[in-house]
């Protein structure tokens, strides 16, 4: 996710950024986003970023609140907070999407009916609100704000639960169980704590569908970031909050199938989707 303002747009009667200019450009970013982090200054940032966001979608929010008069919407804040914006149709039309993509992959490994499925990170109900109505559907969250918001809001159970385990659900309880960019801010000893934990509440032959930062891009990460990552090891940034969108972890193949291989078996190919690399994965029988 990107937490802050885009560079400036280059004129129209300017030379396109060629590639090499583009890596430099975000080797450049990376370089003041880790000094601004040392400093302890990205907080103040995020908020700054809020602002103007907010102003920046006043417009589109009030048409498509009024064009969905007694829809629930989640607060601006929150939604910045999560998402890295505040746009309401944003937010509704990304759900749909990621939704119809999870559904679809978790009716091919098990097929339509009647499942018990979860999202472990379920934030404002982006997506868990579109999901099919015959699915027998939790949500867990870490943030106070979110369960509380989802449960007066949106169908579905909803559980507060700890930076570290447990989920509050018995030993195989979820037919599947998705989670989209909550890896992407834990620690190592968090990644290690959370994998045990869903293989604990997903039922043997179930599914978990997982999205990590698998392919960050050239100069995307400092030198001695990139020299880990090559190496197959975890590369976390942290300087705040565990869990927060600005704690980010970047998780080589070999590190996934190391923090996964015990308890699930990779189906198919790590894939791009939902804006970050999918695996698909089942849980071995006990």
């Known amino acids: 996710m990107n937490a802050f303002p885009a560079l400036p747009k280059r004129s129209p009667m300017t030379e396109p950024i060629r590639p090499a200019q583009a890596v430099r450009s975000r080797a450049r970013r990376q370089r003041r986003l880790a000094v601004m982090r040392r400093l302890g200054l990205l907080p103040l940032l995020e908020r700054m970023s809020f602002l103007r966001e907010r102003r920046r979608r006043a417009g589109e929010n009030a048409a498509f609140a009024a064009k969905h008069d007694g829809l629930a919407l989640p607060p601006l804040w929150w939604m910045h907070d999560m998402y890295a914006h505040t746009s309401w149709p944003l937010y509704w039309r990304s759900g749909q999407d990621h939704a119809q993509s999870l559904t679809e992959r978790i009716e091919t490994v098990l097929g339509k009916g009647e499942h018990a499925v979860?999202?472990?990170?379920?934030?404002?109900?982006?997506?868990?609100?579109?999901?099919?109505?015959?699915?027998?559907?939790?949500?867990?969250?870490?943030n106070r704000a979110a369960v509380a918001w989802c449960a007066g809001n949106l169908p579905g159970r909803f559980s507060l639960n700890g930076d570290m385990p447990p989920l509050d659900?018995?030993?195989?309880?979820?037919?599947?169980?998705?989670?989209?960019?909550?890896?992407?801010?834990?620690?190592?000893?968090?990644?290690?704590?959370?994998?045990?934990?869903?293989?604990?509440v997903i039922r043997p032959g179930g599914v978990l569908l997982a999205t990590v930062h698998g392919r960050p891009e050239e100069g995307q990460l400092l030198p001695s970031?990139?020299?880990?990552?090559?190496?197959?090891?975890?590369?976390?940034?942290?300087?705040?909050?565990?869990?927060?969108?600005?704690?980010?972890?970047?998780?080589?193949?070999?590190?996934?199938?190391?923090?996964f291989g015990d308890a699930f078996a990779l189906r198919g190919e790590p894939e791009p989707a939902l804006g970050q690399t999918l695996y698909t994965l089942t849980r071995r029988e006990s």
């Open 225 to 259: 970031e990139r020299e880990r990552f090559e190496a197959g090891r975890l590369v976390t940034r942290g300087g705040v909050k565990r869990g927060s969108r600005i704690y980010t972890a970047y998780h080589p193949r070999a590190f996934i199938e190391r923090l």
């Open 169 to 200: 659900a018995e030993d195989g309880a979820f037919d599947a169980l998705y989670t989209v960019s909550v890896f992407t801010h834990l620690s190592a000893a968090q990644h290690e704590a959370w994998a045990k934990e869903l293989a604990r």
């Open 118 to 142: 979860a999202e472990w990170g379920c934030g404002m109900g982006r997506i868990l609100r579109h999901l099919p109505p015959e699915w027998d559907v939790t949500g867990f969250d870490y």
